[in-house]
C-alpha cells in the first residue's frame, strides 16, 4: 500500500483558475514531516514547504497555501490565480523515522499540473 | 553558491555494460539519497548513505551499488543485473537534522539499449 498517495495524476487548468493538489498520506508514527516539492521541466526537484506533524496550523505563502488536516491524514496545496510558471509536477512527501532513528522521505506518484494562458 | 552536481546530463550505455553517474554536494550535508523516477511512479529510493563510510539499501536496490568515501560524494554505479535502468536518476541530501528537506541535484537521464 502507498504511503503517500497523489490521486490526481494530472491536472489542466486556464490561468487564473484557482487549482488544489491533493495528498493522502499513511503512517502510525506520532512523530513524522510532510513535504511538498515543485519539479519543473529542468528536473531538478525544488522544497516548497515543510510541516511537522504537531504543528497543524495552515501557512499561506503568496500564490500558495496547504491545507494539512490529521484527522483525515491529508496535507492539501491549493495555488491561487494560477499562471503558466506554475506548470510542473508536484510531489507530496512523507518523512517518518525507519530502522537506525533515520528519517527517510517517501514520495508519492506526483501530480502534473497544466496551466493553460 | 552550494548546490548537488550530478553529471552528466544524459548517459547512452550499452545493454551488458555497468555505468556510474556522479553525485557531488558542497553543501556540507551528512546525508546523501539517491532516487529514481520513472513516469507515473513518482521517486523510489535506490540508496541512501547518513555518514561517510556507510550506506543503506532503499527499496529498490537491485541492481545498483554505492559508495561514499567522502562526504561530498556519493556515486551510483548501475549494473547489468538491473534489469530496466533506462530511467532518469537523482541525487540528493539533506543535514542531519530529522525535519530538514532534501535538496536536489539536476538529474541524469540514462538511456540503456
Known amino acids: 500500500a502507498q504511503k503517500v498517495t497523489q490521486a490526481q495524476t494530472e491536472i489542466s487548468v486556464v490561468e487564473k483558475e484557482d487549482v488544489t493538489l491533493d495528498c493522502v498520506y499513511e503512517t502510525r508514527d506520532t512523530t513524522y514531516y510532510l513535504f511538498w516539492y515543485k519539479q519543473p521541466p529542468s528536473g531538478e526537484l525544488v522544497f516548497l514547504i515543510r510541516r511537522n506533524s504537531f504543528d497543524e496550523q495552515n501557512e499561506i505563502s503568496g500564490r500558495y497555501s496547504w491545507n494539512f488536516q490529521k484527522s483525515t491524514s491529508s496535507f492539501n496545496f491549493t495555488i491561487t490565480a494560477s499562471q503558466v510558471v506554475d506548470s510542473a509536477v508536484y510531489f507530496c512527501a512523507l518523512s517518518e523515522v525507519q530502522r537506525g532513528g533515520s528519517y527517510i522521505p517517501t514520495f508519492g506518484r506526483g501530480t502534473s499540473l497544466i496551466v493553460h494562458p | 553558491d552550494g548546490g548537488i552536481t550530478q553529471s552528466p546530463k544524459y548517459l547512452f550505455r550499452k545493454e551488458g555494460q555497468n555505468v556510474t553517474l556522479s553525485c557531488e554536494q558542497n553543501l556540507n550535508h551528512d546525508a546523501m539519497y539517491w532516487y529514481r523516477q520513472d513516469p507515473g511512479q513518482g521517486l523510489r529510493l535506490i540508496y541512501y548513505?547518513?555518514?561517510?563510510?556507510?550506506?543503506q539499501k532503499g527499496d529498490i536496490a537491485e541492481g545498483y551499488s554505492v559508495s561514499r568515501e567522502k562526504k561530498e560524494s556519493f556515486p551510483l554505479t548501475v549494473t547489468s543485473a538491473q534489469k530496466n535502468p533506462t530511467a532518469f536518476y537523482l541525487c540528493?541530501?539533506?543535514?542531519?537534522?530529522?525535519?530538514?528537506?532534501?535538496?536536489f541535484g539536476n538529474g541524469t537521464r540514462l538511456t540503456v539499449t
Open positions: 548513505s547518513q555518514i561517510v563510510n556507510d550506506f
Open positions: 540528493a541530501s539533506k543535514t542531519g537534522v530529522s525535519n530538514s528537506p532534501l535538496h
